[in-house]
C-alpha cells in the first residue's frame, strides 16, 4: 500500500490543520528520512546540457537556483498553503521581506495605496515613506472604521494593507467589511496576520486576496530565527509577486526555512497554550485595575468582532499606566521573570515600551495620532505557568504603587 507523503494536495487538502502542520508539503529524499532534510545548496547541477536548457525555459520540472527554488524552501511554503488555506506561498528572509514584496511587487508609480493607521512600525515606515519616494500616494485611515477605507478610496487606489489585531495598540480590523470596500474600488486586500497566524485566523475566508507574515513572530516562536511569508492566488503569486522576488532576491536561507517547518509541528498547541495564558494574565491586570486592551476579554472595545474573526483572544496584550514614561520604565525595571524585550511571539513572555522601542522611528505626532501612548507596555504572553506571569506582574506592581 502506498503511504502519502504529504506532497499529495488532492490528499493534504482533505486533512485537518494539526495533521497538515506535522505532515503537509513533506517531500521523502531517497533515504526516507522521518523529519525534513535541509538542503543547503545554492545551485542544482543537471545529467546534460539538454536537460538545464528545457528547466531554463520552463519545460521540464526540477530545480535551477536557490534563490528560485530550493527542496526545503518549499516544504515550508507547501505546509504554509495548507494551513492558510491559499492556493501559493513564497517565503522571506523577515516579515519586512514579505510585507515590502508584496506591497512593492504590486504597486507602481501613480498607484494609491490605502493602509490602517495602527501597524508595526517598520510598516508604517513602508507605507509613509519609501513607498512615496516611488511615487506611490498613501492614504493612512483608522483600520476599526470602514466607512474610512470606504471615503479613502480613487480611482487609482491599488492596494489596501492593515494587520489585525494590530501592533500594538490591539485594534480589530473588520477584514470582511474592509474587503468588500477593496474589491468594490478594484483594490488586492493585504492583511498582514502576525499577531493571529492561521491557528487564530484565516483572513482568505473572510475576503481577504493576501496574507503576509512575520513568521519570526508566532511561527518560529522560540526566537530563533527571522522569516516572512506571502500567501495569495496562484496567478497573482506567479505573475506579480515572483516576477518581483525572483529578481529582488529577499530568500529565506533553507536552514531558517527548517527551523520554522519544525516549529509549525507545535504551532496549535504552543499558540493554544499561550492564549490560555494570556486570557489568565489579562484578567488578573484587569483584576488589579490597571487598564488593559486584550481582544479576548468582554472590556475590549471590538471583542465580538474579535471572537468573529478569531478563534482566541491572542497573545498579545496592551496595557497604560498612570505615570507615562517613568512609570512605564519603572514596572519594566521592576519585572524578575518577564524579559524586557521587544519581539513578540515568543515561548518566553516579553514585555515592551512601544514608543520608546518598536514605535521610535516613527514621529511622536503619528504615534499620538495611532494611540501610541507614554505610559503604555505591549505584553507578549508565552508558555511559563501562568501563575508565575501573574505573581511576577504582581510584585512589579506593587513596586511601582499600583
Ligand atoms: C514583527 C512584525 C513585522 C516585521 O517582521 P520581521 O520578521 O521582524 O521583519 C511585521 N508586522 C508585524 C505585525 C509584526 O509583528
New binding site residues.
Given amino acids: 500500500m502506498k503511504r502519502t507523503t504529504g506532497q499529495d494536495r488532492t490528499v493534504t487538502r482533505r486533512w485537518r490543520p494539526a495533521t497538515q502542520a506535522v505532515r503537509g508539503g513533506t517531500a521523502r529524499s531517497e533515504f526516507g528520512e522521518t523529519s525534513e532534510a535541509i538542503f543547503m545548496t545554492s545551485g542544482f547541477c543537471y545529467d546534460e546540457a539538454e536537460e538545464a536548457a528545457a528547466r531554463f525555459r520552463g519545460e521540464r520540472p526540477g530545480m535551477t537556483y536557490s534563490r528560485l527554488q530550493n527542496p526545503t524552501v518549499q516544504m515550508l511554503e507547501e505546509r504554509l498553503c495548507l494551513l492558510e488555506g491559499a492556493e501559493a506561498c513564497r517565503v522571506t528572509a ?6 515590502s514584496a508584496a506591497l512593492m511587487s504590486h504597486l507602481s508609480a501613480g498607484d494609491h495605496l490605502v493602509a490602517g493607521a495602527a ?2 512600525g ?2 508604517r515606515v513602508l507605507t509613509d515613506t519609501i513607498l512615496p519616494r516611488f511615487g506611490v500616494e498613501t492614504t493612512i485611515v483608522d483600520a476599526r472604521d470602514p466607512q474610512a477605507w470606504a471615503k479613502a478610496r480613487r480611482r487609482n487606489t491599488k492596494a489596501f494593507f492593515f ?1 489585525t489585531p ?2 500594538p495598540t490591539i485594534d480589530i480590523a473588520d477584514i470582511r467589511a474592509i474587503s468588500d470596500i477593496g474589491h468594490d474600488a478594484g483594490a488586492l486586500v493585504i492583511v ?1 496576520n ?2 493571529a497566524s492561521p491557528v487564530l485566523q484565516r483572513p482568505i475566508e473572510f475576503g481577504a486576496d493576501v496574507v ?6 508566532l511561527m518560529d516562536g522560540q526566537g530563533r530565527v ?3 511569508a506571502v500567501l495569495g492566488p496562484a496567478e497573482w503569486m506567479e505573475k506579480t509577486l515572483l516576477a518581483f522576488t525572483r529578481h529582488t532576491g529577499p530568500n529565506l536561507s533553507p536552514f531558517n526555512a527548517w527551523v520554522v517547518l519544525k516549529s509549525l509541528e507545535t504551532l496549535d498547541l504552543r499558540v493554544s497554550r499561550a492564549c490560555e495564558n494570556a486570557l489568565r494574565v489579562a484578567r488578573f491586570l484587569e483584576r488589579r485595575g490597571v487598564t488593559v486592551l486584550y481582544p479576548g476579554l468582554a472590556s475590549h472595545p471590538q471583542h465580538e468582532l474579535a471572537m468573529q474573526q478569531m478563534s482566541a483572544g491572542g497573545t498579545i496584550m496592551a496595557m497604560t499606566l498612570d505615570g507615562g514614561r517613568p512609570r512605564a520604565h519603572a514596572l519594566l525595571d521592576a519585572l524578575e521573570l518577564i524579559d524586557i524585550s521587544n ?3 515568543d515561548s518566553r513572555s516579553l514585555m515592551t515600551h512601544p514608543a520608546s522601542t518598536t514605535h521610535y522611528s516613527v514621529s511622536a505626532e503619528t504615534r499620538e495620532a495611532m494611540g501610541i501612548g507614554e505610559g503604555m507596555l505591549r505584553l507578549s504572553v508565552g508558555l511559563e505557568d501562568a501563575q508565575d506571569l501573574i505573581d511576577d506582574l504582581g510584585q512589579a506592581l506593587d513596586r511601582v504603587g499600583l
Fill in positions: 523577515s516579515g519586512m521581506a514579505a510585507m501597524a508595526f517598520s510598516c494587520e494590530a501592533n498582514d502576525a499577531f503576509a507574515y512575520s513568521a519570526t513572530k527571522l522569516a516572512g519581539n513578540v511571539g
